[in-house]
RNA sequence: GCCCGAGUGGUGGAAUUGGUAGACACGUUGGACUUAAAAUCCAAUGACCAUUGCGGUCGUGCGGGUUCAAGUCCCGCCUCGGGUACCA
């Protein structure tokens, strides 16, 4: 019989289910450790083996951890919301709720089959009423919030608004789009319209006319991460640009800080990376620029002030509120012509044709405040509308963008920085604009002859004392839009009485999603909740009929773990007062631009609000690498039903076609199988090669469509969940992305077989003695739980499977079956393969969880050794070994080398210059 | 374009951070057991040269450098993967 994982694995399934192994509760003698994967999306395909990998990994940690003495949280969920059930109801008409829940049960079939230590009592689902009341609860609280920069965070716009019954909003340093300043008595005058539509510029949710990434065939809009190189990231649809109102968060209120909390975070550096740059702050100064024969002036950000003396005309973006005004009449039709052009590009066309230089003169012309020099003031639709002030000075010596529209436009070009030591040379030989961040300021009045750096700062003060700019700072990020034009996910808990929203009543909460009759726009292009019979409130006001995108759901689901059942909270203060933050965070760097960014904020949101007690979500953060498929073709000669073998395919003229992997087996194909796949190759005829037909391969994503998806369940059936959870961590370290072949899985197999057979004879007899174990076998035991250790610690855990069989293969070799290395095996091996583990636990006579054992401890005293094998070297490479007593002096040591006899033909003939000796290392000898 | 990350046997990958390159597996080859197969076990397996035995040369994407010693550090390239894209 030997090694039944099929039974074994369902037997303590069962029993960690019926017994509630994995149930968690606070624990104030125990240190908490919370372990969090990212929740999935139920997709309608169920799990392959991609995505187990970091669930896998997430659970060695949190097993060990709990076999260190503490108490882990480790709870799963589902990220229930999203396109594709609702695609599917609009296809087939059944409910969106219908198939998630469907989905949820196959999911949930196929974790459980693995094995995880999660506290399913905690689940959560993101469209489930009791969880998304508090997603609706904490878009009130933004509603309800603006960002004091005083203070650096959130208030209550309340206080707000008392402040602004007092002074008006003069001296509110605010995170606004609030432009003009009031007094408390214009305050007071305003009516209920007016003051709402005022607050709507400090609210940290809040309600405007944006630019907006529309995408036609999802019928709704998309935020910026959404949009993958002017394509919707779901589906891979063109994206326009369009004017719409939508809710958005003001996350850009949070920049700096979103910023400057990434410092502290043990993360990649490569997703910081990634961070940073979505954030993108840039210093430098905001400078007014006088229109010639008008009062209104153009506000430019320039990074480079140092480089005033260098701007030879401006430019603005076409959406620009002066461009109108200040376009002289014989430009104006040309002018309207490029800004209606500019304006109907869509996201698409503006990308790719990025090389392509276009613009149009205005006829007016700036002032440039320092030198006084009138400048010609441009329309371009390089310039963004979106970023700064949607004006630029343009430094065509010293900006590449710049560069080429002026040249394209025989514009003028003056250089005013240069490299220490260098003589300025005419522009008009250059060939690309002048990179010149450490350079030497020339031709520029007061800042001549200072370095780049001091220029800038000089520049910025003079500016300020001139009253004519500033120095700011500018960033990257967008505020999100949080509004979809979609059914399947939260509705708003906005109400509108006279066009003006109000946030309902948190006793109304939660706001369920109403039912439709199709989950389509309307025929005016209102979203589907429109159709909706009585979408109103009791009082008969008409309710938003927008949804919350799919980060709404997922940004503070880690909380809600702490304290799921909770019904008058979000989740207790004595929850979130013990398990504080999440420790360890696993999930794909996919989410670096979007939800761990949302999720950052919404947790910073919260910490100013005195809900959470960290401002930092997850504390560590580890982004597990893709599972790449490994796709087998077929080689057809073109126009017949013959197949050629990989091998011979060359002689044909062949077309590639991708074959099912389950019908092969190494590369080898299973013709029959083939034959019987799909009608039309029935009658198909194999070139073949030594008998066999040989498949070509490629490693590529997995996806149904290229027939090489591998999922658990098949695998699970044939080795047993122990065995995948052990072949998952074995392929390779947990970061990088790497191909699946399925061939390699047998080692790991055998290596349970091998273990099995330390604890069992041929006929499943326990073999196991309570004989004292050797220094060998001690030796062996001590060394493993080492290097398990070490390894879990850096989530190694590739090398720790090899470390396991290793240590398997000496104790096999050694003929070891006693107890004294067996139990604390055992334990050791729980994180990784629980189900054997258990059982072999329990064997051994344990009736307690294996769950609830401790972590051995490794004792320096078995891994003494008394000689070390040295390496000698001549001259760098190595020759010979010699063992010595480790205690050897390194005079010594170098003696013993050079004296043995391999050592002599190597220094025969030869000077020996130098002898290095590292205890415990190396021996390298010297010789010419 | 810019910013990250990675290139090691036929394959997945190791290498205590500058100290025996290729651990552990897969695959392949040969052998044992078996009527046979599966399973299991044993041996070989970086390339090349030599071979009766000992052995030798080369080798971590390419080219240079530092060092007694480089997969690891430095300089310059190449290739692949990811992020970002007129951000002033």
Redesign the pocket.
């Known amino acids: 019989m030997?090694y039944n994982f099929g039974k074994i694995e369902a037997k303590w399934q069962n029993y960690w289910r019926e017994n509630k192994i994995y149930h968690v509760d606070i624990n104030h003698h125990k240190p908490k450790f919370y372990v969090l994967d990212m929740f999935p999306y139920p997709s309608g395909s169920g799990l392959h083996v991609g995505h187990p990998l970091g669930y896998i990994a997430s659970d060695i940690y949190a097993r060990y951890k709990r076999l260190r003495g503490f108490n882990v949280l480790h709870p799963m969920g589902y990220d229930a919301y999203g396109l594709p059930a609702e695609q599917y109801a609009i296809q087939t008409g059944t409910h969106p709720a219908v198939t998630t829940e469907k989905n949820i049960k196959r999911y949930r079939e196929q974790l459980d089959k693995i094995g995880f230590s999660f506290d399913w009592d905690r689940e959560v689902r993101t469209n489930d009423p009791d969880y998304f009341k508090w997603t609706q609860w904490t878009f009130i609280q933004l509603f309800k919030s603006w960002f004091n920069k005083d203070t650096e965070k959130a208030e209550p716009i309340a206080q707000l608004v008392e402040t602004f019954e007092k002074e008006g909003n003069a001296a509110v340093n605010a995170a606004t789009t609030q432009e003009e300043i009031f007094t408390a008595g214009q305050w007071k005058q305003m009516n209920e319209e007016q003051q709402q539509e005022t607050l709507m510029n400090y609210r940290l949710a809040y309600l405007s006319d944006t630019m907006v990434n529309w995408c036609p065939a999802l019928g709704t809009v998309l935020a910026?991460?959404e949009?993958?190189?002017g394509l919707s990231e779901r589906g891979g649809h063109p994206v326009e640009r369009k004017m719409m109102k939508q809710w958005q968060l003001r996350i850009s209120a949070y920049a700096q800080r979103l910023l400057d909390g990434l410092d502290n975070l043990e993360w990649s550096?490569?997703i910081k990376?990634?961070q940073r740059?979505?954030i993108?702050r840039?210093e430098?100064a905001s400078v007014i620029f006088n229109v010639k024969g008008f009062k209104d002036t153009i506000e430019?950000?320039?990074?480079?002030p140092d480089t005033l003396w260098g701007a030879t005309f401006m430019v603005l973006?076409p959406e620009h509120e002066l461009v109108d005004k200040i376009t002289v009449p014989e430009q104006k039709e040309r002018v309207s012509n490029y800004v209606a052009m500019a304006k109907n590009r869509s996201e698409r066309e503006?990308?790719t044709?990025?090389k392509?230089?276009?613009g149009e003169f205005t006829g007016a012309y700036g002032i440039n405040p320092l030198t006084g020099r009138e400048v010609p003031i441009w329309v371009a639709?390089?310039?963004?509308?979106?970023?700064?002030?949607?004006?630029?000075?343009a430094?065509p010596a010293h900006?590449?963008?710049?560069f080429a529209f002026a040249r394209h436009f025989n514009l003028p070009i003056i250089q005013v920085v240069t490299k220490e030591g260098e003589e300025p040379s005419d522009p008009a030989t250059w060939e690309e604009s002048y990179d010149s961040k450490d350079g030497i300021s020339i031709n520029s009045g007061f800042i001549t002859g200072m370095k780049t750096k001091e220029a800038i700062a000089e520049v910025i003060k003079r500016i300020e004392e001139m009253g004519i700019g500033k120095g700011t700072v500018?960033y990257?990020l967008r505020d999100a839009i949080f509004s979809r034009q979609r059914y399947w996910g939260e509705p708003f808990p906005i109400y509108y009485k006279n066009g003006i929203p109000y946030p309902l009543d948190e006793s109304e909460l939660p706001l369920k999603l109403p039912d439709v009759d199709i989950f389509l726009p309307t025929e005016t292009g209102e979203p589907p909740l429109a159709r909706a019979k009585n979408w109103k409130t009791k009082e008969g006001y008409p309710l938003e009929t927008n949804t919350m995108p799919g980060f709404a759901g997922s940004s503070g689901y880690y909380l809600r773990y702490m304290d799921p059942h909770n019904d008058e909270a979000y989740f207790s203060k004595e929850a979130v007062e013990y398990w504080q933050n999440v420790d360890l965070y696993l999930g794909g760097?996919?989410h670096?631009?979007g939800h761990l960014i949302y999720s950052r904020f919404w947790n910073k949101f919260l910490f100013d609000l005195g809900l959470t007690v960290k401002d930092e979500p997850y504390k560590k953060l580890i982004n597990q690498g893709k599972i790449q498929g490994r796709s087998s073709f077929v080689y057809r000669v073109k126009g017949t039903n013959q197949y050629v073998s990989y091998g011979l395919k060359d002689n044909y003229d062949t077309q590639e076609l991708h074959v099912d992997v389950s019908m092969v087996d190494?590369d080898v194909l299973d013709t029959e199988a083939f034959k019987k796949w799909r009608p039309e190759y029935a009658d198909a005829e194999f070139i073949l090669e030594d008998g066999k037909y040989y498949c070509g391969h490629v490693v590529e994503k997995m996806s149904k469509s290229k027939y090489n998806v591998q999922n658990p369940d098949d695998l699970i059936e044939r080795y047993g969940a122990d065995t995948l959870r052990l072949y998952e961590m074995?392929?390779?370290?947990l970061e990088?992305?790497?191909?699946w072949?399925t061939?390699?899985i047998?080692?790991?197999?055998?290596?349970l077989?091998?273990l099995w057979?330390l604890f069992f004879d041929e006929d499943d007899r326990l073999i196991v003695s309570n004989e004292k174990a050797s220094a060998a076998e001690m030796k062996v035991l001590h060394k493993t739980i080492k290097k398990i250790q070490h390894d879990i610690e850096q989530f190694?855990f590739?090398?720790g499977?090899?470390a396991f069989?290793?240590c398997?293969?000496e104790l096999?070799?050694l003929n070891c079956h006693k107890r004294e290395i067996l139990e604390p095996l055992s334990v050791l091996l729980s994180p990784y393969a629980p189900h054997i583990a258990e059982e072999l636990w329990h064997q051994l006579g344990n009736s307690e969880t294996v769950n609830d054992a401790v972590f051995p401890q490794w004792e320096e005293k078995y891994l003494v050794e008394n000689t070390f094998?040295y390496?000698v070297?001549f001259?760098?490479?190595?020759?010979f070994?010699i063992e010595l007593p480790v205690d050897l002096s390194k005079a010594d040591i170098e003696k013993a080398a050079l004296e043995a006899p391999e050592a002599q033909?190597w220094i025969e003939g030869k000077t020996v210059r130098?002898v290095?000796v590292?205890p415990k290392?190396?021996i390298?000898v010297?010789a010419k």
């Open positions: 030997g910026n991460d949009v993958k190189e550096d490569s990376e990634i740059n979505w993108g840039s430098g430019v950000f320039t990074t480079r973006a503006r990308m044709e990025v392509k230089i276009t639709d390089y310039v963004l509308a979106g970023y700064g002030t949607g004006a630029i000075m430094v900006d590449s963008r710049d500018n990257r760097d996919e670096g631009t190494g074995f392929l390779g370290p990088q992305d790497k191909p072949d061939k390699g047998e080692g790991v197999y055998r290596f077989k091998k057979r190694s590739n090398t499977v090899s069989m290793i398997t293969n096999s070799d094998t390496p070297s001259n760098g490479k190595t020759r070994k033909k130098k290095i590292v290392r190396i390298n010297v």
